[in-house]
């Protein structure tokens, strides 16, 4: 019948009309977006991409005048691996003097040491009133006694001047600040999935050495670290060697005696 046909003709004129109208807009709306993305993207990796650059000329450029074991200068991955090697060298030290400290004090105590120091009456004061907290399981005046008899030890040994408990706050306080930094700015683009933070993160830390980030994992661990950078220590994740090594390090300190 015609005129059926030319009704259902002008039914489906009328409805296909604005249907074809909304694909359109759909269309439009998704190209827009993914275009704002792609913005959203290339202004996000240029800043990423000059802080990562950033970071990396951090690292080279954190360096010592002398090394406590072997009395040269260190930069750089190198000096992440001695600076590791004081930690151990700290924790041996305090587990055959307090045997029984607690692991979890342990490592905190042997963090204080290594990064406030005592290479200046500030820094004694500082130290003795962090420590003042494990005042049932070690005894502070005591304990000033033994790391000044270990430093002395060391300096004769090596010959170097370099007093082994000199502190790294100073170099490693804006290399933490610049490091959270990064992955604060990674954290905040709301316009990207975790997958893809989660990309960049890796990214960043890829950046790091070994070493580099076992020091990083003890910085979070201890009570010298600031709390909002506490909040992201689940994005700083170390694999499963150096975990081990923090454990060996840390919780472990009779095994690593032997080591």
Do not use: C, W
């Amino acid at each position: 019948d015609r005129n059926i046909l030319n009704d259902y003709s002008s039914f489906v004129s009328n409805f296909a009309g604005p249907l074809f109208a909304l694909g359109g807009s759909l269309i439009l709306y998704s190209t827009i977006m993914d275009q704002n993305k792609k913005d959203n993207l290339n202004r996000f990796e240029s800043v990423y991409f000059k802080l990562v650059d950033y970071h990396r000329e951090n690292n080279l450029n954190i360096k010592t005048s002398s090394d406590p074991f072997k009395g040269r200068e260190l930069v750089g991955k190198q000096l992440f691996t001695n600076m590791y090697n004081q930690v151990k060298a700290t924790t041996k030290l305090l587990h055959s003097n307090y045997p029984n400290v607690k692991d979890s004090n342990l490592a905190n105590i042997a963090y204080q040491i290594f990064y406030i120091g005592k290479s200046s009456e500030a820094a004694r004061m500082q130290l003795k009133k962090t420590l003042k907290k494990y005042k049932d399981e070690i005894v502070v005046d005591t304990l000033f006694n033994i790391l000044d008899t270990y430093s002395d030890s060391v300096k004769s040994v090596n010959e170097t001047k370099y007093p082994f408990f000199d502190g790294n706050k100073t170099k490693l306080s804006h290399y933490f600040l610049q490091y959270f930094n990064v992955i604060s700015y990674v954290l905040q683009q709301e316009f990207l999935t975790s997958e893809e933070k989660e990309f960049y993160l890796t990214l960043l830390q890829s950046q790091n050495g070994f070493y580099e980030n076992i020091i990083i994992n003890l910085y979070l661990m201890s009570d010298s670290a600031h709390k909002e950078h506490k909040s992201m220590s689940k994005y700083v994740k170390l694999n499963q060697e150096e975990n081990e090594y923090v454990n060996l390090l840390l919780f472990n300190a009779q095994k690593s005696e032997t080591e």
